[in-house]
């Protein structure tokens, strides 16, 4: 069963624009993390946040996470055209035994 | 980057044919996974394992099956391949233990004519 769901599924946007994805899961998790995944490659880990922290950031990454209403939301600033990737959050449930769940996942398009 | 190799990259095959699709990591990790992603779409998890000589089935089910005789080695086998298995295959790894993030090896694209 699908724990992430993210929003949108695509989003078109100009170079040196912000970008903004979200996601929502259901149950009690242990950490949220994003994921980044180029056309014919792996995912990549970008970066993972607590489930008592509220706000990370990493370079031009900010990921928000509130966990009362289950959602979390990955921020882009001055998006560039290598940007261009699909985006994936992955929730890490208590049982801590499980695998991660990821969403299905957001189409990034910076067009130059 | 991780340290995380899948072979082949890409392969053509007819159906009926046994394929293997291999996996290795040299990080150490007691965790691996294998996933099943049509491009750029959602991951589906079809097979994992804790450590040697454990292995789960996923979500999806799958007509294929994992072995885990070595740390390292993750291999995923499909004894009779047919044209509804073509996709890309996914593995991973993580370190067991609390916030570890997962790596990803860079797939193998599977064509079954």
């Known amino acids: 069963s699908q724990q992430g769901e993210e929003d949108p599924q695509a989003l078109s946007i100009q170079e040196g624009e912000n970008a903004t994805m979200n996601c929502s899961y259901k149950?009690?998790?242990?950490?949220l993390q994003w994921y980044r995944q180029n056309s014919g490659r792996g995912l990549v880990h970008l970066i993972l946040?607590?489930?008592?922290?509220r706000e990370k950031h990493s370079g031009r990454l900010r990921v928000t996470l509130d966990t009362s209403k289950k959602s979390s939301s990955l921020l882009i600033t001055a998006s560039r055209a290598a940007d261009t990737a699909s985006y994936f959050c992955?929730?890490?449930?208590?049982?801590?035994?499980?695998?991660?769940?990821f969403g299905k996942g957001t189409r990034l398009s910076v067009i130059a | 980057e991780a340290d995380i190799y899948q072979t082949p990259r890409y392969l053509v095959i007819g159906t009926g044919k046994k394929i293997t699709l291999e996996c290795s990591q040299t990080?150490?990790?007691?965790?691996m996974y294998w996933y099943q992603q049509d491009p750029g779409m959602e991951l589906h998890l079809i097979h994992y394992?804790?450590?040697?000589?454990?292995?789960e089935k996923g979500d999806l089910s799958s007509e294929s099956t994992v072995s885990r005789i070595r740390t390292e080695h993750f291999p995923l086998t499909l004894e009779s391949a047919r044209p509804s298995h073509t996709s890309q295959y996914l593995c991973?790894?993580?370190?067991?233990?609390?916030?570890?993030?997962?790596?990803f090896g860079d797939g193998t694209r599977l064509s079954i004519l």
């Open positions: 946040i607590r489930s008592n922290e």
């Open positions: 990080m150490g990790h007691d965790k």
């Open positions: 992955a929730t890490d449930i208590f049982s801590g035994n499980t695998p991660l769940v």
């Open positions: 149950t009690s998790i242990n950490n």
């Open positions: 991973a790894s993580r370190q067991t233990g609390t916030d570890q993030p997962q790596h």
């Open positions: 394992s804790y450590g040697v000589n454990s292995t």
